[in-house]
């Protein structure tokens, strides 16, 4: 059996900030690199961890983060999911850092939440 893709959707208004983000969990959960962090929208609530959730380096390394901070991250996320405040809006993790090692960290974040979750 051919398995057919489905086209690209256009984006409507309220869609176009999601614009380049990754859907991590279809209609809730997008993860996206951004200069700054939008203001929230009625559909859309967005948060940073990049002052948050920091690497304390052993020498010259990165990361990747302890796991004592990817359970921190993941119930930040779990609470903005399924909390009664963020009901039915899209979470979206934006890391605005230029430096490529705290998106790199930022990006490691939203996969642990995948694999725990």
């Known amino acids: ?17 999601l614009q380049g ?33 920091i690497y304390e380096p ?7 983060l302890n796991l004592s901070l990817l359970y921190r991250y993941c119930q930040l996320v779990r609470e903005k ?6 009901r039915g809006k899209k979470i979206v993790h934006i890391t605005t850092a230029a430096d490529v090692r705290t998106k790199t960290n930022a990006a490691w974040l939203a996969g642990g939440y995948l694999v725990c979750y």
């Open 81 to 86: 999911l399924y909390g009664a405040e963020m």
């Open 1 to 17: 059996r051919k398995r057919t893709v489905a086209p690209p959707r256009l984006l409507g208004k309220m869609e176009a900030a």
């Open 58 to 64: 052993f020498f010259s390394d990165f990361g990747p």
């Open 21 to 53: 983000a990754i859907e991590l969990i279809p209609g809730k959960f997008y993860w996206t690199s951004r200069s700054s962090i939008p203001p929230d929208s009625k559909d859309t609530h967005y948060f940073s961890t990049d002052d948050r959730l």
